[in-house]
């Protein structure tokens, strides 16, 4: 298969060497990598830009042992530790154990591949936007050594609270070290979860932060392996969310644990977006159930039966575990003893930590959008012009039995896969269809092609129909390199003749490879936003991820105004689902910052909809501090016209009594609690519902 013109680095990878790491090894065996703590010498690559400094002062505060940095081509000092010019010269001088990768999103890719080269142990990615096929790069060059380990990307990175270790962006005040140990796609999400064991007396061992992407270079099971072993984690979180089957994968684990450990430690978990709409991209790039995934209702129910304790809010998770860990006979008063003694020899580190003021919203404002989807015509046209030799139609012919064909992302193997099913019906697909996973470099053999032609069996057709088959595949998989496609799909069908005829193509591209490096700008100048949303498009202007909800409900009366994906879904999961059974009219991400703009343009694009009654801003202020949140709320507040529409409001974080302070005596039409619970309550009854 040719090396497609728009990734640059693919040309020399066939005969560069990453590591040399033995072949008896493999990437799994660096699982062991993320037990960071005291002893981890930390590296920043990126080490003199203005947001890794300030994170850099906040760790070191703190008491995180960082050693030095890097910045290309330069040689000197920075916050009193050196700065060298390369990543290799840096692992021979000051010996890192770990990288924290602090380079945009256009550069990220060759950063992780220098870490990779110099086979630094742990690598911490937590840039937003870095392309999917930078990441199924990266991911075919791990695979091939055995001495580094990848968190991330788009992910808030890891942290040992007990161990004072923090190789990420996580808020410093609300960790407490503790003995719980957490694994989370959304950082909104595993910062809420922070909060509640901390307010719980448990306090953290260590925390790990999957990120949100399609593919993750740590997944659930990676923690559940570490968690299992580590003697200062007495009880385990996940914080799952619709998209991908890392939850599945869990829970097979946690089922197999749990048959040869008699002693286990105590599991709790929540999955976010069970009530997102199909087909919709909630925020984070890999927020979405491909076709044949299960949805995060399912996947709720796998965790359930498996023997995981289920809530629904994050808030609630230090009660549940005080409640598990006394089950499972643990001692609870000991563990938040020992918990309490280590935040007291840690205390005067804490006291130093300063609420961070600047978020990834501002540090990549590339905006919300993370995809460019190609339907009907467009799509016709598109691959029309893109693959030769085939016949290709908006819709099935009704008179012909069609089979299904996609090239897309195996998010468990992290390499590309044929998809296919011998039903193209859609209630069919999911129980039919199997997957094909791939060398990304490589592409797809032989073998691999006639295996998923012989699973859309096509027993009856002629020979030749067989060759365009797999002409076709191998064609689709050169197309999903080449565009950097998340996925390819077609209705495949067979005429009497043996011709092929391709329809109802699905074209399904991440925006991030043209957002952050500006490549294939002829295929994103596809997009027509007039055929979209028109609210949702002015919200992507504002960096905001806004989705209409329940548009066929006109009692869908709650608008809600959040602070990062995981915690928009999940919002929207707490208000609809019992006890509260209520109904929102949107989704909405400020993009993990809540200042006085965003919140301003976040209340002109709820209030556009005239079904809603009543707004309920749900805010964990990690990043910003709650007093400034509050501010902002009201600034905005008094500048829209906000037709009467009462407004609750609940802050949690940092500094969150002064923000609830504020909003109780602004004397604006405001109601703010810092429970959940009490919060929704309130804003089911003002809506009405």
């Not at 307010?199 to 923690?223: E, K, P």
């Not at 193209?424 to 470099?441: A, C, E, G």
Request: net charge neutral; proline share 5%.
């Amino acid at each position: 298969m040719p090396v497609p013109r728009g990734i640059p680095g693919l040309s020399r990878l066939r005969t560069r060497a990453f590591s040399t790491s033995v072949a008896r090894t493999s990437y799994e065996d660096t699982v062991q990598n993320l037990k960071i703590g005291k002893h981890t010498r930390v590296l920043y690559q990126g080490f003199t830009g203005r947001v890794a400094t300030q994170n850099a002062k906040e760790s070191l505060e703190w008491g995180t042992n960082i050693v030095g940095g890097v910045k290309p081509g330069s040689t000197g000092e920075h916050l009193g530790l050196p700065v060298l010019p390369t990543v290799r010269e840096a692992k021979e001088q000051l010996k890192p154990d770990a990288t924290a990768i602090y380079v945009a999103a256009p550069h990220a890719g060759k950063a992780i591949e220098e870490a990779i080269e110099a086979e630094i142990p742990l690598i911490v990615a937590v840039a937003e936007h870095i392309p999917l096929h930078d990441i199924l790069r990266i991911m075919s060059i791990l695979k091939t050594q055995s001495k580094s380990r990848l968190v991330g990307a788009n992910a808030p990175g890891i942290i040992s609270a007990i161990g004072k270790c923090r190789i990420g962006f996580q808020p410093l005040p609300t960790f407490s070290p503790g003995h719980i140990g957490i694994v989370a796609k959304s950082g909104t999400l595993s910062y809420e979860t922070v909060a509640s064991i901390t307010r719980s007396g448990l306090g953290q061992s260590l925390c790990i932060g999957m990120g949100g992407d399609v593919v993750a270079g740590t997944n659930f099971v990676d923690a559940l392996r570490v968690f299992e072993t580590d003697p200062d984690t007495e009880a385990i979180v996940l914080v799952g969310e619709v998209g991908g089957s890392a939850e599945q994968e869990a829970a097979d684990w946690i089922k197999d644990y749990h048959q040869r450990e008699k002693n286990p430690k105590p599991i709790a978990a929540l999955v976010g977006g069970r009530m997102a709409p199909p087909g919709r991209v909630m925020g984070h790039a890999g927020a979405w159930a491909g076709v044949g995934e299960a949805t995060a209702e399912e996947k709720y129910k796998i965790l359930q039966n498996a023997g995981v304790t289920m809530v629904d809010h994050p808030e609630k998770f230090g009660n549940v575990m005080k409640s598990l860990l006394k089950q499972a006979g643990k001692d609870v008063s000991k563990i938040q003893q020992s918990a309490a003694a280590n935040q007291r020899r840690g205390m005067h580190t804490m006291r130093q930590a300063r609420p961070r003021v600047v978020s990834r919203a501002q540090k990549i404002n590339l905006g919300q959008q993370r995809d460019l989807h190609l339907r009907e015509q467009k799509a016709v046209d598109h691959l029309s012009k893109s693959l030769k030799g085939f016949t290709i139609s908006e819709e099935t012919p009704q008179d012909t039995d069609s089979v299904y064909l996609s090239i897309s992302v195996d998010r468990s193997n992290r390499q590309p896969c044929i998809i296919t099913s011998p039903s193209s019906n859609p209630r069919k697909i999911h129980h039919r269809l199997r997957r094909f996973p791939y060398s990304y470099l490589e592409g797809p053999d032989k073998a691999t092609i006639m295996e998923a032609i012989k699973h859309l069996r096509l027993d009856a057709a002629p020979p030749a129909a067989h060759a365009q088959t797999a002409k076709l595949i191998s064609s689709l998989a050169s197309l999903h390199r080449s565009q950097e496609a998340v996925s390819l799909a077609v209705n495949l069908s067979i005429s009497s003749s043996g011709t092929l005829h391709l329809s109802s193509p699905q074209l399904f591209y991440d925006d991030a490879a043209f957002k952050s490096n500006n490549r294939h700008p002829e295929l994103h100048a596809l997009r027509d936003p007039s055929q979209e949303n028109a609210v949702e498009v002015e919200a992507e202007k504002s960096g905001i991820v806004f989705v209409k909800l329940n548009t066929d409900d006109p009692h869908a009366s709650i608008g809600t105004l959040v602070n990062g994906a995981g915690l928009a879904m999940n919002t929207i999961d707490a208000l609809a689902l019992p006890p509260h059974n209520g109904a929102c009219s949107n989704f909405l991400d400020t993009g993990g910052k809540a200042t006085s703009q965003t919140v301003k343009k976040s209340f002109e694009l709820i209030l556009s909809d005239p079904r809603v009654k009543v707004i309920f801003v749900n805010i964990f202020g990690g990043l910003t501090d709650c007093g400034m949140i509050a501010d902002g709320v009201i600034l905005a507040f008094k500048e829209v016209d906000m037709r009467g529409i009462p407004v609750v409001v609940r802050l949690r974080g940092t500094n969150e009594e002064e923000g609830q302070r504020k909003i109780a005596e602004s004397g604006l039409e405001l109601e703010a609690f810092d429970g959940f619970e009490e919060a929704a309550r309130r804003v089911v009854e003002l809506s009405g519902q």
